[in-house]
């Protein structure tokens, strides 16, 4: 069922409670790929009913991003979620998820702030006020949807940090359950912008998953100081990558590792051209 409006939402939900089933949410900006569709199959397999919701979220873009040409494919979203057994997709519009003449600024709009801790670090750093927009419309979509679970991929680790310690913080009643990363055969994570790379820029993309995954390596041969850890980096970087950040981090967290144990996390975010990637590993296989 492909509905557009909160009340319909609510209205199936509703009669769902009343049968006592559970509910999962599966949270998607659209563009669905094989990682979305992961979360999705373990969302069907762990719950009664499950909702993806399909929207492009303005208020997490920030000035000069790619909002305006974030890909949109509704129908073949929802032809990937009917065949995957989801009972709802909700795809609503800016207007039915802000308001009549809304206006997309904290001077008008209720926004759900998280920790300057966990916000002024990687993406958060270049992405100012983006984890502001991504906490508000999921804290509306738990409000909406009331789901027993969600789920959310590891890739956005950061991301899903953030809505762990919102979810705790603001006592919602929702089981957030993180999902591994899946990647193409040759390493590289799915993401929805890998569709803006060219195939020579999807070659230079590789380049994330390979420091990831020799890190890891050295790490598991005994290599423990961070900065040197880091270094092996450089061997897989050329002109062709514009490389952001590249950090060492405890995984539930954030806190900054100089010696690297099992929890930690490696973020990397690279600029591929107009290109955006981020990608990340966590050390140990646990």
């Not at 003449?101 to 966990?118: A, C, E, K, Q, R």
């Not at 070659?203 to 390596?217: M, R, T, V």
Request: net charge negative; aromatic share 10%; with cysteine.
């Amino acid at each position: 069922m492909l509905v557009h409006t909160i009340e319909e939402v609510r209205e199936q939900i509703k009669k769902w409670k009343k049968e006592g089933l559970t509910v999962g949410l599966v949270p998607t900006m659209g563009a669905l790929h094989a990682g979305h569709k992961s979360l999705i199959v373990k969302s069907v397999e762990k719950c009664d009913r499950t909702v993806v919701s399909v929207f492009v979220n303005p208020i997490q873009f920030c000035p000069g991003e790619d909002l305006d040409k974030y890909p949109r494919t509704l129908e073949e979203d929802y032809k990937l979620c009917e065949a995957a057994g989801v009972d709802v997709v909700f795809a609503p519009s800016p207007k039915e998820m802000y308001g009549e003449g809304h206006i997309l600024s904290n001077d008008f709009l209720t926004y759900v702030i998280p920790p300057y801790f966990y916000v002024n670090k990687l993406c958060g750093k270049s992405r100012v006020g983006h984890f502001d927009g991504v906490c508000t419309v999921v804290n509306k979509l738990f409000n909406i949807v009331q789901p027993d679970y969600a789920f959310f991929g590891q890739k956005d680790a950061q991301q899903l940090v953030i809505i762990r310690k919102m979810v705790k913080d603001l006592n919602i009643p929702v089981e957030v359950v993180p999902c591994p990363i899946v990647r193409e055969e040759s390493g590289l994570a799915l993401s929805s912008r890998n569709k803006y790379l060219s195939g020579e820029e999807k070659e230079y993309a590789l380049a994330l998953s390979k420091i990831l995954f020799n890190i890891k390596s050295c790490y598991s041969r005994g290599i423990v100081d961070t900065g040197a850890l880091a270094e092996t980096a450089y061997a897989y970087l050329n002109e062709h990558h514009s490389l952001e950040y590249l950090e060492f981090l405890d995984a539930d967290t954030l806190e900054e590792k100089q010696t690297a144990d099992d929890n930690t996390r490696v973020f990397i975010a690279v600029k591929i051209g107009t290109v955006r990637l981020i990608d990340n590993i966590l050390l140990s296989d646990k």
